[in-house]
Structure formats: structure tokens, C-alpha cells
Nanobody
């Protein structure tokens, strides 16, 4: 079993920055990659960024150049640095981990809200 606990976020002005953290515990050997999803009000959950054990990263087009995912799965922490925030970045952000055996996003944090005011 894997536990994910997010922290960070809150209210931020447009153009500002904030950083989300995800603490990972449990059977971390089974997970690869990790990522951040977000869900805006009345919208579907979308994948924002991923990072593999090898350090490879990928981003949604909407956040490329503004968000940076970093961290080390083996060291139990993954971050999402969010810069140049826009009101459309508002939503609940979830840390998630994929079980590489089942190839599904099996593990989820409780979510942390980010509100960007204009």
C-alpha cells in the first residue's frame, strides 16, 4: 500500500507562485511514475505533470513553461512548483502514483486546493 499526503497551495494572486509537496510512504517500490492531477470546478480531472524514477518529466500543454515537477520517488517526496499562475489554474490538485505492474493510477492523495485570484 502507498500513502500520499499533499501540502501547500491556498490562495495566490494571478502572476504569483506557489509550491505543492507530496510526501510518499509505504510500498514505494511499486510506483512509477508519480504525477500531479488537478480538477477545476465542474470539469474533469486532468493530468498536469509526471516524473519517473529516472527523472524524466512531462507536462500538459496548458502548464508547460510555468510549472515544474521535481523530486525523487526513492526519497519519498515530489514537488510541483507553480509559477506565473493564472485564474484558470484554480482547482484541487492531487498527488498520484501509478502502480507499474497494473499500469494504473492506483494511489491518490486527498487533494489540496489552489485558488488563483485575478
Amino acid at each position: 500500500q502507498v500513502q500520499l499526503v499533499e501540502s501547500g497551495g491556498g490562495l495566490v494572486q494571478a502572476g504569483g507562485s506557489t509550491r505543492l509537496s507530496c510526501a510518499v510512504s509505504g510500498s514505494i517500490f511499486s510506483i512509477n511514475p508519480m504525477g500531479w492531477y488537478r480538477q477545476a470546478p465542474e470539469k474533469q480531472r486532468e493530468l498536469v505533470a509526471t516524473i519517473t524514477r529516472g527523472g524524466s518529466t512531462a507536462y500538459a500543454e496548458s502548464v508547460k513553461g510555468r510549472f515544474t515537477i521535481a523530486g525523487d520517488i526513492a526519497k519519498n517526496t515530489v514537488y510541483l512548483q507553480m509559477d506565473s499562475l493564472k485564474p484558470e489554474d484554480t482547482g484541487v490538485y492531487y498527488c498520484a502514483a501509478k502502480n507499474f505492474l497494473s499500469r494504473s493510477w492506483e494511489y491518490w492523495g486527498q487533494g489540496t486546493p489552489v485558488t488563483v485570484s485575478s
